[in-house]
């Protein structure tokens, strides 16, 4: 299974699918409206999110920079399967016109996550 990561965590995430690699200080300033928190927060849930193996940092041009290192859609489906069994308790596949309109995955991102969510295996977690 995918991992999932927290809500912060995915804030993160997204800013990084979006464009990456991104400095600390980039990732901030592009997710602050979303989170509303410090600086020192953002670095100390990248730290979290290195251990996790969540983001890889590197240098560039002399400053850390930071990437995804989880699959976009893979964690989107997780998500979208974690909410489905644990919050709205459904058993069967999410329809995935539920993402129909987001500004996060293109219409071949949109078909993968279909086909993800059609074929999750009925494991108990």
Known sequence: MSVIPSVSELSLLKVLWKDQPLSARELHERAVAELDWSFSSTRKTLERMLDKQMVAQDMQH????????????????????????????????????????????????????????????????
């Open 62 to 125: 002399g400053v850390q920079v930071y990437r995804a290192q989880l699959d976009k859609v893979s964690t989107l489906a997780a998500f979208a399967h974690d909410f489905g069994r644990r919050v709205m308790e459904i058993d069967a596949p999410l329809p995935v016109n539920m993402f129909t309109g987001s500004k996060l995955v293109d219409r071949q991102e949109l078909a993968e996550l279909e086909q993800m969510l059609q074929d999750w295996p009925d494991a108990k977690d």
